[in-house]
């Protein structure tokens, strides 16, 4: 599910997984996982930088088989892991509209809820990301969704 309450800076996405929390974590934080569900059919996943910890840089690329790249980078707060992920966003299309990112994992009876909350700057900015990248973040979550049951 995903709100973007009208008039406010922030969205929030939640869906539930059936796998445990250190499984979902997990697939947030190894770049060797993250590939294989962020992105959908015909394109590709570039892990460019990638140091989960307190400061520590993390970025990727889409590309698609045209020759095409999205960069998105960040930096985490805190250090990363299955309580909590918090960090910062940005699409490079739009250096300047950073946003902060809390990723939450709550576990009950074996599946995993993750509550993500992205803050930005303007509501401008947050209407823009809202319409340009929530479909694909939704269609990734079916990908992990999968992944999931395949991991131990």
């Known amino acids: 599910m995903v709100d973007a309450p009208e008039g406010q800076r922030f969205l929030t996405i939640t869906r539930t997984f059936d796998a445990p929390a250190a499984l979902v974590a997990r697939a947030h934080l190894d770049p060797d996982l993250m ?16 140091e989960a910890r307190h400061g520590g840089k993390w970025g990727f690329l889409h590309k698609d088989g045209a020759g095409n790249e999205w960069e998105f980078r960040g930096i985490f707060h805190g250090d990363p892991s299955v309580d909590g992920i918090i960090r910062t ?3 490079q299309m739009f250096p300047n509209d950073v946003c902060l990112e809390s ?50």
């Open 89 to 91: 966003f940005a699409f």
């Open 35 to 50: 590939p294989q569900w962020m992105v959908g059919p015909g394109y590709e996943t570039v892990i460019t930088d990638f």
């Open 103 to 152: 990723l939450m994992f709550s576990e009950e009876n074996g599946e995993t809820t993750l509550h993500a909350v992205s803050v930005f700057l303007t509501q401008e900015a947050r209407d823009g990301m809202a319409e340009s990248m929530v479909d694909g973040v939704l269609e990734g979550f079916d990908r992990l969704d999968a992944l999931l049951q395949t991991l131990e």
